[in-house]
């Protein structure tokens, strides 16, 4: 299915609503904000965050891919992810979007970022912030450094989460299609850790399922993604 034809097939016309900030909103956490189904930010709302220990290029800065840069903003007072798509191209940038907020439409996920807003001028998807001390702790940083060595049981609980996650991810029709540690960051609430299952710029629905080449000895081959395969229908 075309990038276009698949946008149209899942995007309500009603989508685009104007951000408005009202009073009982504006102190309250990322993850307990009231928002319509997508929402419009300014760019200019969104602050530079003071951190401890600047980076050597940008002190925002908390990841990097092949779609954009992840950048630590300020947004209402609160903590949040800024995703910058400089790399997307629109259609690919807004269907992110339209995922993300497809995910927090009715609820929001204890192990899935909750969407905050997007600027689509600026291809900037807005998010909850994860992690602690205003950095961005992945699973696979915590193996390699061996955080938990001697706390198994938080491994078998981060499966868990992962698993959560990916259930409440099926069950709204959407396929992650890049699982893997340095898409799950660890997030301490209240002096516990939590997974979160991150970066859904490779994520469809399923009813149009991306599929990827893989190589099995000399014959390329087509694979459904991983996540397809997980979790009942």
Request: aromatic share 12%; with cysteine.
């Amino acid at each position: 299915m075309e990038e276009s034809t698949k946008i149209k097939a899942y995007t309500p016309v009603h989508f685009i609503k104007a951000y408005k900030c009202s009073s009982n909103t504006k102190n309250c956490p990322p993850d307990k904000l009231k928002l319509d189904f997508l929402k419009i930010i300014r760019i200019t709302d969104l602050e530079k965050v003071d951190r401890p220990t600047p980076g050597p290029t940008d002190d925002d800065l908390i990841g990097r891919g092949r779609y954009g840069d992840v950048k630590l903003k300020v947004f209402r007072n609160n903590i949040c992810t800024a995703k910058f798509c400089t790399r997307s191209t629109k259609e690919d940038f807004f269907y992110e979007a339209y995922i993300m907020a497809t995910l927090s439409k009715d609820r929001y996920h204890d192990h899935i970022p909750t969407f905050l807003g997007y600027n689509y001028r600026e291809k900037v998807i807005l998010m909850s912030f994860h992690g602690h001390n205003k950095c961005s702790i992945t699973l696979y940083q915590a193996l390699h450094e061996k955080m938990f060595v001697n706390t198994s049981s938080n491994w078998l609980l981060f499966l868990i989460h992962i698993c959560c996650a990916l259930q409440f991810i099926h069950c709204k029709h959407i396929l992650h299609n890049d699982l893997h540690a340095q898409n799950v960051v660890l997030d301490l609430r209240n002096n516990r850790w939590y997974a979160v299952v991150i970066d859904f710029s490779k994520a469809s629905f399923r009813h149009h399922a991306l599929t990827h080449s893989c190589l099995t000895g000399l014959t390329t081959v087509k694979a459904l993604p991983t996540s397809s395969l997980l979790g009942s229908w």
